[in-house]
């Protein structure tokens, strides 16, 4: 089912950094959540949970301009079959990158070894539980953990890293404050460790101080269709709250 | 000998005389860009000696000299080329110090290198900039071509597609196909990194498309030995970590085509059990850890505790290669002396360019007792701005309240005594944790705080903000003496100067003197005696399209790049 091609991240450096340049951008998705709202948070995601796998109602989309037209006509899931068109970095309407992300996440299943239960409703979960290691011959390996929150409601806190243009529909949550701008230099490398979180809203803005995101989590290989930034982890987040 | 190009102010060619380039083929036609590529295939030099090509564009004339040089006799059968990333006599003395100590004036014990039978000074630079980077130079050493900032073993030109430049042929290249010799190469970097790519890539980007691609290229090249690191850039994309675009599994194709592959120290050593005949070793997702990190700070390490050290790495692939009767060529590469300059890290930079040093002992050990007619080149590809300029009393900087008086706590002159380094263990690695620590700093950097103490993990002295600036990281030495930033970025850059060359073997003596750092190449194929032309109808530095496809005679290509002016891409064979 992975038939993505995969788009690698530091092609993004070839693209010019707007954040970089400009000085400042207004946060706007910025919620505070009372910490004991936290726990009864419901899965608020406005989209459908996409990985159920569904019979293939809709023919298998060809082009990013049909899947974008899908997305926007259906909201629905898409069963996705076809490689990513590249070069991607075109020019979505707000939303839309979010909505063929979570499309996208339909053909990745991972399977936990072990099935994890959570008691709650909202469940923390930090960088350092997203692995279990790294076999070199067959790359990460992602904890039981991590792959039993697939699809579920989570909220983890770390560092936005400098968006590539303020109007994107994610931002990337890294673990520690980057030294650099991985958008801005060509050939600098994202961690591994980081997540990218997908925004309900149509605008974000960014901060250096830590964050505590919560929303949706999806595993497994993805493209964003507008950047070309493949994530492994991503939070369709409904909810932004700042840590300082 | 000349030759002229002429275009018009619409990029179109309108005059050619090649005058005594003599026999030409193909005109080749324009690029979907802006500029004109005109490519000559079948161009024959006769000669060894300067070749010019002028390009008139829209009333702009431009001119190139590329020359083909006289074969030199030599005797050495091997070549050993040592690069510590970055490395400056700066560096070398601090680092030096550190290690065996010095008592009223006096080193207890000189560095390895310090023995060379030759020293040299080597320029860096690039054809588009006066500053230069790890791909750029090593390719001038690998292939005697100047290149472009990021390429390699190419001249960069306009076309869309980054791996087809037209191409040099690397030293390696050469000696594969006139001698059937073996090649190795040995980093502590990501081993599609830009200076061990240097040895067989072709391309004008050192990024992460093209890194993948030099991945392939090595397979296809036939490089016998590989060490380092990046897994990543080998797994398919259907792996989770991959950094491939492709789902090519190089770790299959590399065991398939008959490479012993190893993973971890451990299993290096066992495979040294019985000598594989090609070997690949790679031992981390990107790049290695530092030596510090290895032996000390042992918590940074992750998942990756047995990881080989230069030194073993290097030894191993002396043994593999020395097993070839027709000789070899090893790159070996301290990566990190370059990675841990650029976040301002002095100690791990200092303690990766000790063990480089210990390297360089461990090869001449082997080639005393192995193989004696062995060309031993050690050598830097460009510089950082690191400096030692007196000490500093921890305790007293540690405990004083204001920039003041963590100035008041750097020793200079003859209030810099010595620093208290110490080596309870005898193996020749500083306990950096000490009393008295030099005041070393890269005197180009972003906005950050310096302690000049060893820290716990490896250094993030800059962080970027959110609109996009660098900024001093609060948590990297937050007692530091704070630094304003005088480069743009998060890092240290590379700075100008010339590099030290030191040599031991046979054609050491060819090293002597200051020149371009591409004379190395020369002096590489004056060391074993090169000489294509009797050997294979070469006169210099050829460069087939495909070299792992045989010899493509393609000769020369020349390149103008519209109103910028032209250049020449050379290359030359004699039948």
Redesign the interface.
């Known amino acids: 089912m992975r038939s993505f091609s995969r788009m690698l991240v530091a092609l993004i450096g070839l693209i010019a950094c707007a954040a970089c340049s400009n000085s400042s951008t207004s946060i706007q998705q910025i919620t505070s959540i009372p910490p004991e709202a936290l726990t009864a948070l419901p899965t608020a995601s406005p989209l459908p949970n996409t990985d159920v796998v569904e019979a293939a109602t809709s023919a298998p989309v060809e082009t990013l301009a049909g899947m974008a037209a899908l997305a926007a006509a259906s909201r629905q899931t898409l069963t996705v079959d076809a490689p990513t068109p590249l070069p991607l970095n075109t020019q979505l309407p707000p939303g839309d990158a979010r909505v063929i992300a979570a499309a996208t996440d339909t053909a990745m299943q991972p399977t936990a070894r072990s099935i994890v239960a959570f008691d709650e409703s909202v469940v923390p979960i930090t960088f350092d539980e997203f692995y279990d290691g790294y076999n070199l011959r067959a790359g990460l390996i992602m904890s039981d953990k991590l792959v039993s929150l697939d699809g579920r409601a989570v909220t983890m806190e770390g560092y936005m890293a400098p968006p590539l243009k303020a109007e994107l529909d994610y931002f990337v949550l890294t673990r520690i404050r980057l030294s650099f701008c991985p958008f801005c230099t060509t050939g600098a490398d994202w961690p591994d460790d980081i997540a990218l979180v997908y925004l309900t809203g149509d605008a974000t803005g960014a901060t250096e101080h830590p964050i505590r995101v919560t929303g949706r989590l999806e595993v497994g290989t993805s493209v964003d269709q507008e950047t070309g930034m493949v994530s492994l982890v991503r939070i369709y987040a409904d909810q932004m709250e700042l840590l300082s | 000998m000349a030759a002229t190009l002429g275009f018009n102010a619409d990029g179109e060619l309108t005059g050619v005389d090649i005058g005594g380039l003599a026999q030409f083929g193909i005109l080749a036609g324009a690029l979907p860009t802006k500029s004109q590529s005109v490519i000559w295939r079948g161009v024959m030099l006769p000669e060894a000696g300067d070749y010019t090509v002028e390009v008139t564009a829209a009333g702009t004339t431009r001119e190139a000299v590329w020359t083909a040089r006289e074969p030199m006799a030599g005797t050495a059968r091997n070549v050993i080329l040592f690069i510590a990333d970055g490395m400056t006599v700066p560096m070398i003395t601090a680092a030096r110090i550190a290690s065996r100590g010095i008592v009223q004036g006096t080193l207890n014990d000189n560095f390895y290198m310090d023995g060379a039978e030759a020293i040299g000074l080597a320029h860096t630079s690039s054809v588009d900039s006066l500053m230069a980077d790890s791909a750029n130079t090593l390719s001038s050493v690998n292939t005697g071509h100047i290149g472009s900032v ?1 390429s390699t073993g190419s001249y960069s030109d306009t076309s869309p597609n980054r791996l087809d430049d037209p191409r040099t042929e690397t030293f390696a290249e050469i000696i594969q196909r006139t001698r059937g010799m073996s090649v190795g190469v040995v980093t502590t970097s990501d081993w599609s990194d830009a200076t061990p790519a240097a040895v067989w890539a072709h391309g004008r ?5 093209n890194r ?1 691609a030099y991945v392939v290229q090595a397979l296809d090249a036939g490089i016998d030995v590989i060490m380092g690191g990046g ?2 850039r080998m ?1 398919p ?10 789902d090519r599994d190089m ?1 299959a194709e590399f065991e398939g085509a008959g490479y012993t592959i190893v ?1 971890t120290a451990t299993e290096l050593d066992a495979a040294m059990g019985e000598l594989p005949e090609q070997l690949l070793g ?5 790049d290695l850890n530092v030596w510090l990190d290895r032996n000390v700070y042992t918590d940074n390490l ?3 505790t047995d990881q080989p050290g230069l030194v073993d790495m290097t030894v191993a692939a002396l043994d593999i290669l020395n097993q070839n009767e027709n000789g070899f060529y090893l790159e070996v590469e301290a990566a990190s002396v370059d990675k841990q300059m650029h ?1 301002l890290d002095q100690e791990r930079a200092l303690s990766d360019l000790i063990e480089f040093d210990f390297a360089v002992g461990a090869a001449l050990e082997w080639a005393a007792e192995n193989a004696p007619d062995t060309l031993i080149i050690v050598t830097a590809d460009h510089g950082h701005g690191y400096e030692v300029y007196g000490t500093v009393d921890v305790e007293r900087f540690n405990a004083a309240t204001d920039d003041a008086g963590r100035i008041a706590a750097i020793g200079i002159y003859n209030g810099a005594g010595y620093p208290t380094y110490t080596d309870e263990d005898g193996d020749g690695f500083p306990n950096w944790e000490a009393s008295r620590v030099f005041a070393g700093t890269v005197n180009n950097h972003p906005a950050y705080s310096e302690d000049f103490q060893v820290s716990p993990i490896p250094r ?10 660098n ?1 001093d ?1 609060p ?1 990297d030495d937050p007692n530091g003496l704070p630094m304003n930033a005088n480069v743009p ?3 240290g850059v590379h700075t100008l100067q010339d590099v030290p060359v030191f040599a031991f073997g046979p054609g050491a003596e060819n090293i002597m003197g200051i020149y371009h750092q591409r004379d190395i190449f020369f002096h590489m194929a004056a060391g074993i005696g090169l000489n294509p032309a009797a050997e294979d109808g070469m006169i210099s530095v050829a460069a087939p399209e495909t070299a792992a496809a045989g010899f493509d005679p393609s000769l020369l290509a020349i390149v103008g790049a519209g109103l910028a002016g032209g250049f020449v891409i050379g290359r030359a064979r004699r039948k």
Request: charged share 25%; no cysteine.
């Open positions: 990021n980007d050192r990024g992460d498309a993948a897994a990543r797994l994309n259907t792996a989770e970590g991959s950094r491939r675009s492709d770790f993973t790679v031992f981390t997702p990107s992750g998942d990756f976040p993030a002295p800059s962080i970027t903000n959110e609109s996009g600036a900024i990281n948590d970025g998060g890092s």
